[in-house]
């Protein structure tokens, strides 16, 4: 077979690492960020970051943008769930202070440090050992208190706990099922059931006698729940002949227990968002500003810098290759936060009725109109508005909040889900609980306000809403 030469032209996509990068730190959290700038400053030493007290730019030498001041001069501030070693200083008993904080600062100015709240299982065993019991039965109960689940409840049958053990033990049916009792009363009302049922009841039996509405409460939990639970009041009146009064009484005593008595132990402290921009009214108008306390503040090391150029081209190779790695982090970092800017001002004016009126102003948004509007792709508003929050006036909200798909109007125009969801949110809490609203009604209702909705799209909303339907709803 002859070989030949031949010369073929074609056009293929290449993302240069530097385009790798900017992609990547456009899809990143604020946490995210801030993780990869300290990961960054460990691996490169032209890395640097700025001191608060600097007159420095953001960038250095070619790295600069021409951005303004006020999205450059910024600095990280990293939360205690980012920041390990707050939490290590204040075991040993030493001052913890957030970034901005002083040794000097008042008492007042110091954040509190959330304590470690103990687990259930760590608040029974101390329960257990300040009993009275003698050591088998601690051993069976603790056994017990292994087998909950994290809202508190048996869900393990006694019998099968009994063939799992040992028989050399000798421990019996009736010896778990005293434990159990044991348990229910170590001073943790509804710890320790084995269903909702009982779970309720034990908490009203830890109620004193005299509480209005005990004794009715308790033939509910007991025999009743599920018709409380489908708001069958008709018929629970009748099996339990009462009037509306005395099991009004009773519902408004049920509704005030807990469910799941095990859930408030060990819960995370709540983690917090750091919103990246900052929505502000300005001379009539809303503004868009990058959140300085979002943005972590960076600079090329120019000790490093200056080795570099007293170097040969040999001797400085890696050097090299990492101050330009660390002008490209610096560059594409800023226009990271400048492209949010952009992202969040085109949005802020697509939705100013919503910061004027509420979430019945908002209209609808698809991320097609801001990508036309800013000349960008699709795929780069979907990446920016993804994790990043905005700051206004009725609260933070991620960028993608704004946008939705949008119902017909009779008058030609379109009505977002958003405001939807807000009328039938509104329906809901002025209704009469006595006879609440179907999901029929509301939908008759908003068409006499000219937006055309169908009864299962209005059963969608209130459904992402959380709320119950109409019969779930009703009240005495």
């Known amino acids: 077979m002859k070989q030949t030469l031949q010369l073929r032209q074609s056009q293929h996509l290449a993302l240069t690492p530097q385009l790798q990068q900017a992609i990547r730190l456009l899809q990143l959290s604020t946490l995210e960020v801030n993780q990869e700038v300290a990961r960054l400053l460990d691996e490169n030493p032209m890395l640097e970051r700025e001191d608060e007290d600097s007159g420095q730019s953001y960038a250095h030498g070619d790295a600069a943008s021409g951005s303004s001041a006020e999205s450059t001069a910024a600095t990280a501030e990293m939360s205690p769930q980012q920041s390990g070693e707050e939490w290590s200083r204040e075991e040993w008993g030493e001052p913890s202070f957030s970034a901005a904080g002083t040794p000097d600062d008042d008492e007042e100015t110091r954040p509190e440090v959330v304590a470690n709240t103990p687990s259930l299982r760590e608040h029974l065993i101390w329960q257990l050992n300040m009993s009275q019991l003698d050591a088998r039965d601690n051993k069976i109960i603790g056994l017990l208190i292994d087998t909950l689940d994290e809202n508190g409840y048996l869900t393990q049958p006694l019998q099968e706990i009994a063939e799992l053990l040992p028989q050399e033990l000798g421990v019996t049916l009736d010896d778990l099922e005293t434990a159990l009792t044991q348990l229910q009363n170590l001073g943790e009302p509804g710890v320790g059931a084995r269903d909702l049922s009982e779970c309720l009841t034990l908490q009203l039996k830890a109620l004193p006698e005299g509480t209005p509405g005990r004794d009715l409460a308790l033939r509910i939990t007991a025999q009743h729940l599920n018709l409380l639970a489908g708001r069958d009041f008709a018929r629970l009146k009748k099996a339990l002949q009462c009037d509306d009064d005395a099991l009004r009484a009773a519902q408004t005593l049920i509704v005030r227990l807990n469910p799941k008595p095990g859930a408030e132990f060990g819960q995370r402290a709540a983690d917090y968002v750091v919103p990246d921009v900052m929505v502000e009214r300005h001379q009539g108008s809303w503004r868009v500003r990058l959140n300085t306390e979002a943005m972590p503040r960076l600079r090329i090391n120019q000790m490093y810098a200056g080795i570099l150029q007293q170097r040969g081209e040999k001797n400085a190779q890696q050097l090299s290759g990492q101050l330009q790695e660390a002008r490209w982090f610096i560059k594409n970092l800023q226009q990271r936060f400048d492209?949010?800017?952009?992202?969040?001002?085109?949005?802020?004016?697509?939705?100013?009725?919503?910061?004027?009126?509420?979430?019945?102003?908002?209209?609808?948004?698809?991320?097609?109109?801001?990508?036309?509007?800013?000349?960008?792709?699709?795929?780069?508003?979907?990446?920016?508005?993804?994790?990043?929050?905005?700051?206004?006036?009725?609260?933070?909200?991620?960028?993608?909040?704004?946008?939705?798909?949008?119902?017909?109007?009779?008058?030609?125009?379109?009505?977002?889900?958003?405001?939807?969801?807000?009328?039938?949110?509104?329906?809901?809490?002025?209704?009469?609980?006595?006879?609440?609203?179907?999901?029929?009604?509301?939908?008759?209702?908003?068409?006499q306000q000219g937006i055309l909705v169908a009864r299962r799209t209005v059963a969608k909303y209130r459904e992402s809403l959380h709320i119950l339907p109409a019969n779930l709803r009703k009240s005495l």
Request: glycine content about 6%; some cysteine.
């Open 339 to 447: 492209t949010i800017l952009r992202v969040s001002q085109a949005i802020v004016d697509r939705q100013r009725h919503f910061l004027d009126y509420g979430e019945i102003a908002m209209r609808p948004l698809v991320l097609r109109e801001i990508a036309e509007q800013l000349e960008l792709h699709e795929s780069t508003i979907s990446r920016v508005t993804t994790q990043k929050f905005m700051l206004t006036p009725r609260g933070i909200f991620e960028l993608k909040y704004f946008f939705g798909s949008g119902v017909a109007t009779e008058n030609g125009g379109t009505c977002s889900s958003t405001a939807i969801r807000e009328f039938i949110r509104q329906f809901v809490s002025r209704e009469d609980a006595v006879h609440p609203l179907s999901d029929s009604r509301m939908s008759e209702i908003l068409a």
